[in-house]
């Protein structure tokens, strides 16, 4: 998976809707960084995407911040 691109859509199960700033979380970063993916392209809504660099999760590393998620 060197280099490769993960496309992450988040769908809420009540309503069908699009998960509005969907993110992965910490666990789920962890894997991807060791998985060598490259970026992470998150579908907001409709027609709005955010292009993750994974070397990003790297350099800013939440935990060494003490912040938690999920």
């Known amino acids: 998976m060197m280099d ?3 496309y ?5 199960k009540d309503t069908g809707e699009y998960e509005k700033d969907a993110d992965s979380c910490q666990l789920c970063k962890k894997m991807i960084i060791n998985a060598g993916i490259k ?3 998150i579908r ?3 027609d709005r995407y955010k292009i993750v660099d994974v070397a ?3 350099e800013n590393d939440e935990l060494l911040e003490g912040k938690t998620t999920y």
């Open 4 to 6: 490769s691109v993960l």
């Open 44 to 46: 907001e809504d409709n």
């Open 39 to 41: 970026q992470v392209i």
């Open 56 to 58: 990003d999760w790297i």
């Open 8 to 12: 992450l859509v988040g769908v809420r």
